[in-house]
């Protein structure tokens, strides 16, 4: 039968539905930690700082993000075998697997472009509401808590929004360096059951739900934000 492989795959699956959500997840939260002051030392045009942070998003967006995988896993990643060193310590379980590899690029280059999206919110927010509330008394740091940083996030949301899902549908190049994701567990299917299009369709309609979810939690957020008078 067409599916008769499923039920024996099906825990495989799980675990590679299970690591490209971890993958999305968790290089989009540590990407955003980088994209905010990435964007923020831009806006402020600090010297030095803006040019390395305008520098650092340009080439990340310039280069492909496979080339970056695989100069982390092939480049980097041989190096740490032969240090004595590395190889004995706690550190050698998560050096050698490809799923660190592939998490650090994915964080690496959500930074890049969300970096320049952020740049982007800052800017958008009116110089007026900034002068206002320093007018208020509030210091350069509650300014920033209370007023720019939660209107440059609002600004930014449907763009960050539309960037998350590129996030997801870059997450199976992840598989290039051995990791079993989603598009991973696929690949397996196929070389072992020699069925091409079912596990593919079956992978695309998972990646779709995923999409939906994502857009869906987006907007649901964006509508708890109390819109502008």
Known sequence: MVWDWLPHYMPLLVNGLWITINLLVLSCFFGMIFAIPLGLVQALNTPYLAGAARGFCTFIRGTPLLVQIWLLYFG????????PAIRQSFLWPVLREGYFYALLALTISFAGYEGEVMRGGFLG?????LEAAKACGMSPWLVLKRIWFPR?????????AGETALQLKSTPLAATVTVLDLFG???????????????LLLVLVIYVVLYFFIVWAFRWYENRIPQKR
């Open 125 to 129: 927010v009116p110089k007026g509401e």
């Open 185 to 199: 567990v696929s690949n397996k299917i196929r070389q072992d059951t020699y069925r091409v299009y079912e596990p």
């Open 76 to 83: 980097v990643g041989s190096i740490f075998p032969m240090i």
């Open 152 to 160: 440059a996030v609002r600004l930014a949301l449907p763009t960050l």
